[in-house]
């Protein structure tokens, strides 16, 4: 039996380009001779469609979308993921379901068992857990089918789950399985997936082809990576990440040969293909081209500015410096240089214009009270009012340049740098910022070394470091990572060695500041535990602030 | 038996200014001889935690909490609302649970069955379902403890849950009910609740006692409420919206006579003191006093201002006229009779000064393009910057005035007009601002007639008027409402006798400015279906867009 899986992005709701997607894929498995043809979880409308799932005009278009593929199903298995409506009037009103399509009609359904409430993710909160475990019958092969997380809890040991669905189906002799996933990107996640994979072969001897999506969904990132594995455990194959790939696999060979494997997984690499993929597919989906940022001289706005080169085409790039009396000598110079480097069109605009103006207008109003944190928001308000007023005359999109560190702590300016579309860095801590700017300059220095090497500041007052208000960054980063992504407590975090008023006043800082994040742009999700849906946190509240 | 309730305002992680307002109910009960005292769902760390629940150390310190507070309950018997741990290695870490104390020891545990997760509620993202009913003796009585959600599921009717716990906890005979709630206002609510109450009561022919939360969570208004209904089905006591409140009842009095009823409920007067209590919790839970906003001479600021009095005194209110070239001579007039009716501080401000130095830097960028939303949006932001500045100057929050029509259709500017710490009437359509400013000039005209009469209109450019831009305010609002409240797809919105395009165009704009939503402040939720934590939407998508 030929397979045929396919690793496709989707948009949320394209009921006409998600189908005119499945049926090219569809054409082309049927042209070179498969007999079954497997799409992620809720292929029909992309993953996740969030609170649309409660409106029933868009249940009716997936229905609508299942029936037009339908037609399509004559000569070939078709296997994809629908929103199915629970006939039953107790429970959600929804499946998370994969429909098998074999000679026009509905071969089999199969609802998702366990539904991923968590980070990210809120399947609990639209679909009613499946509790039927049964394997088809197709061509003479028994096809055990699951939905993504469906896998992830083998032999119950995941502590989320009371259910293993694989327990189950084993029992009915399955020749394979299909998994149908909407899984995404994590630096750390590709590797998850393969050793969960691994543990499932390892325990139901049988072979695994995992589809799973592609693409970026606003914050959330799709790494595709759809693997097929042997029933020996081993990685047969490994598609692409961060591509749209469609493959075919011949049962018998899976069973028989080794295949070409898997692919290398280096976190930094990972990530900016994960940051490209996230700019892109933002930009593709809104129907969008054109990237406006501003260009400080420092690292972040640097490490934005060739990720959205790579993203998007030097052509669509364009930079604006915006010095100020506080700015040194270096800042535009760096800026300009990077700008050449990579080839974009940039802009020297210095704000120092529109900025006195407001100390003229307001300074009454300040009775005298010294230069405080308020001048400083005033010259950042200024650089992110410019940037709007650009991106608002030629239709560019304004990126932000905020890491996860300033992010979580707080430092930055609320509607001043904080502006943008688009966060790409916030979900990329200051030293993994480094870190991928060497990546980024392995081949040549396009970002400027002295960028680079020079101590961060954000040039607000005179003399102004980083570490004045900060601890350093590779001692921040793990603070933060410890908290954030470890969710350790303070008690947990001294006992690991770090002072204890560092840690209380960087924990306060991340638990104060909730506000601002509250109000940022989406972070493009490359960690296990990003801002934004997947870290969900009261904005007033007492604990540790 | 004498039974207290209290329905107390908490702080989210707070454990010990919770532990104090909880320990010092216990003494009044106390002292008053009751034998029992009731409080909220969640009580000890206050609802809802969101994300602390992940942290152990929250965890920890709800339980020391619990002990701390175990070593009062010698003489009385205390139940409470605490997240307890799950001895099991399946399922989720926690029980949403109630815990009843005697004699300093644990005499009773009950884990909540039925877990919102819908709308605000994440519930299952953290708790796993309770499966045993069981209820508790007492000095001679049989109490039956649900919490919230488990008696909204009568007798199987609710289509989002299988299981009734009070179906399996009548058959033990309890001679009356406790329910632990936190259930958030919306304006329908009330009466919705005591619907829910009366359905049970009918059934189950025991008295219910309803203790709610009260106090607002950011964007979560808790309307407390609390309730004694009889076994007869009538409400022998509501306690008050909006406020902290002890009240000690006997049992065998409510079982005999008639109490003093229910309350009014006048949905115009409810989201007033909704939006009060919201707008005083915020600064209250904060630890700040003063609130700045920009007052137009329209109707929204306006009646913002009016609330922000209600809240905060006008004391503690500061308002900005910030006229243009564009604002119609009334403007300042009108925000200036508003500010004196209201007693409030204010400056006008014009931006003349800031806005021609932008565009005198900006106009060879702009290469000759014509005035448009750019230059609309500079204004907009002109203003939003002088009010972050003297909101960080002087440590005032700065109020957001947008109304939800608006937010809705993205009819506001992104860091202008859009800034601000709270959203005050972003969940209040802009006929029902017109509405609260009756109701609030009732007594006496407060906010300017000519305010209330006049066109509304955001004076960017010379003449403008929202109807220029937008369907007339009473359809929008018609036409939202069904979209957003009643999740109406389009052919049933047309169904309804609305013009098709109208129609489409405004769903389009919903969907198409889910981004500039995504960065708003926190909402103060009155309706069913507000914009924030219980409206998730992709931001990229295709559907109606």
Same mark, same amino acid.
């Given at each position: 039996?030929?397979?045929? $899986?396919?690793?496709?992005?989707?948009?949320?709701?394209?009921? +006409?380009?998600?189908?005119?997607?499945?049926?090219?894929?569809?054409?082309?498995?049927?042209?070179?001779?498969?007999?079954?043809?497997?799409?992620?979880?809720?292929?029909?409308?992309?993953?996740?469609?969030?609170?649309?799932?409660?409106? +029933?005009?868009?249940?009716?278009?997936?229905?609508?979308?299942?029936?037009?593929?339908?037609?399509?199903?004559?000569?070939?298995?078709?296997?994809?993921?629908?929103? /199915?409506?629970?006939?039953?009037?107790?429970?959600?009103?929804?499946?998370?379901?994969?429909?098998?399509?074999?000679?026009?009609?509905?071969?089999?359904? *199969?609802?998702?068992?366990? $539904?991923?409430?968590?980070?990210?993710?809120?399947?609990?909160?639209?679909?009613? #857990?499946?509790?039927?475990?049964?394997?088809?019958?197709?061509?003479?092969?028994?096809?055990?089918?699951?939905?993504?997380?469906?896998?992830?809890?083998?032999?119950?040991?995941?502590?989320?789950?009371?259910?293993? #669905?694989?327990?189950?189906?084993?029992?009915?002799?399955?020749?394979?399985?299909?998994? $149908?996933?909407?899984? #995404?990107?994590?630096?750390?996640? %590709?590797?998850?997936?393969?050793?969960?994979?691994?543990?499932?072969?390892?325990?139901?001897?049988?072979?695994?082809? *995992?589809?799973?999506?592609?693409?970026?969904?606003?914050?959330?990132?799709?790494? &595709?990576?759809?693997?097929?594995?042997?029933?020996?455990?081993?990685?047969?194959? +490994?598609?692409?990440?961060?591509?749209?790939?469609?493959?075919?696999?011949?049962?018998?060979?899976?069973? %028989? %040969?080794? &295949?070409?494997?898997?692919?290398?997984?280096?976190?930094?690499?990972?990530?900016?293909?994960?940051?490209?993929?996230?700019?892109?597919?933002?930009?593709?989906?809104?129907?969008?081209?054109?990237?406006?940022?501003?260009?400080?001289?420092?690292?972040?706005?640097?490490?934005?500015?060739?990720?959205?080169?790579?993203?998007?085409?030097?052509?669509? /790039?364009?930079? @604006?410096?915006?010095?100020? %009396?506080?700015?040194?000598?270096?800042?535009?110079?760096?800026?300009?240089?990077?700008?050449?480097?990579?080839?974009?069109?940039?802009?020297? @605009?210095?704000?120092?214009?529109?900025?006195? #103006?407001?100390?003229?207008?307001?300074?009454?109003?300040?009775?005298?009270?010294?230069?405080?944190?308020?001048?400083?928001?005033?010259?950042?308000?200024?650089?992110?009012?410019?940037?709007?007023?650009?991106?608002?005359?030629? =239709?560019?999109?304004?990126?932000?340049?905020?890491?996860?560190?300033?992010?979580?702590?707080?430092? =930055?300016?609320?509607?001043?740098?904080?502006?943008?579309?688009?966060?790409? !860095? &916030?979900?990329?801590?200051?030293?993994? @910022?480094?870190?991928?700017?060497?990546?980024?300059?392995?081949?040549? +220095?396009?970002?400027?070394?002295?960028?680079?090497?020079?101590?961060?500041?954000?040039?607000?007052?005179?003399?102004?470091?980083?570490?004045?208000?900060?601890?350093?960054?590779?001692?921040?980063?793990?603070? !933060?990572?410890?908290?954030?992504?470890?969710?350790? =407590?303070?008690?947990?975090?001294?006992?690991?060695?770090?002072?204890?008023?560092?840690?209380?006043?960087?924990?306060?800082?991340?638990?104060?500041?909730?506000?601002?994040?509250?109000?940022?742009?989406?972070?493009?999700?490359?960690?296990?535990?990003?801002?934004?849906?997947?870290?969900?946190?009261?904005?007033?509240?007492?604990?540790?602030?």
């Amino acid at each position: 039996m030929q397979i045929t $899986l396919a690793q496709l992005d989707f948009i949320i709701g394209d009921f +006409e380009g998600n189908t005119s997607k499945i049926l090219t894929a569809v054409a082309e498995a049927k042209k070179v001779g498969s007999e079954l043809i497997c799409f992620s979880e809720l292929s029909i409308c992309g993953y996740p469609p969030r609170d649309f799932l409660e409106f +029933e005009d868009f249940i009716r278009r997936c229905k609508l979308a299942l029936e037009q593929i339908a037609t399509h199903s004559h000569d070939i298995g078709i296997v994809l993921g629908v929103p /199915v409506v629970n006939p039953q009037p107790e429970g959600k009103d929804l499946y998370n379901s994969a429909v098998f399509l074999y000679e026009g009609k509905i071969l089999h359904t *199969y609802h998702k068992c366990l $539904l991923p409430t968590y980070d990210v993710f809120d399947e609990y909160r639209y679909f009613e #857990p499946g509790n039927e475990f049964k394997i088809v019958e197709f061509k003479g092969k028994r096809i055990a089918i699951t939905i993504c997380e469906d896998i992830w809890n083998i032999g119950n040991e995941n502590p989320l789950y009371i259910n293993c #669905p694989m327990d189950v189906l084993i029992l009915q002799n399955p020749d394979f399985v299909l998994n $149908l996933s909407a899984s #995404p990107f994590a630096w750390n996640h %590709s590797v998850n997936r393969l050793n969960i994979l691994r543990t499932n072969v390892e325990r139901y001897k049988v072979p695994f082809f *995992y589809v799973n999506q592609v693409g970026a969904q606003t914050e959330i990132l799709f790494d &595709g990576g759809s693997v097929v594995m042997s029933a020996d455990a081993k990685v047969w194959d +490994e598609m692409p990440y961060f591509e749209s790939c469609v493959r075919h696999y011949q049962l018998a060979q899976v069973t %028989s %040969s080794q &295949g070409p494997g898997e692919q290398v997984k280096d976190k930094i690499t990972l990530i900016r293909q994960a940051l490209v993929c996230g700019i892109k597919g933002y930009f593709e989906k809104l129907g969008l081209k054109k990237a406006i940022l501003g260009l400080s001289g420092g690292i972040d706005s640097a490490l934005t500015c060739a990720l959205a080169v790579e993203a998007l085409g030097a052509e669509n /790039v364009r930079g @604006v410096m915006m010095p100020s %009396s506080f700015s040194s000598g270096h800042s535009v110079d760096d800026a300009v240089s990077l700008a050449k480097n990579l080839g974009i069109r940039y802009d020297i @605009v210095p704000i120092k214009s529109v900025y006195e #103006p407001y100390l003229d207008l307001l300074n009454p109003l300040f009775e005298g009270k010294p230069f405080d944190v308020t001048e400083e928001n005033i010259q950042a308000r200024n650089r992110g009012m410019i940037l709007m007023a650009l991106s608002n005359k030629w =239709g560019y999109i304004l990126l932000n340049t905020t890491n996860k560190s300033e992010m979580a702590v707080g430092y =930055g300016t609320l509607y001043g740098d904080m502006c943008g579309g688009l966060s790409v !860095l &916030g979900d990329v801590y200051k030293m993994e @910022v480094y870190a991928l700017a060497e990546n980024i300059n392995k081949e040549m +220095e396009l970002i400027p070394q002295n960028t680079i090497s020079k101590p961060p500041s954000a040039e607000l007052r005179p003399g102004q470091k980083d570490s004045d208000s900060l601890p350093p960054y590779p001692l921040l980063d793990e603070i !933060l990572y410890e908290y954030i992504e470890l969710r350790q =407590g303070p008690g947990d975090i001294i006992a690991n060695g770090f002072d204890e008023a560092t840690v209380r006043r960087v924990l306060k800082l991340v638990n104060t500041n909730e506000f601002k994040r509250h109000q940022t742009a989406p972070v493009l999700r490359v960690s296990s535990k990003a801002f934004g849906m997947g870290r969900r946190m009261p904005i007033v509240g007492k604990y540790l602030s």
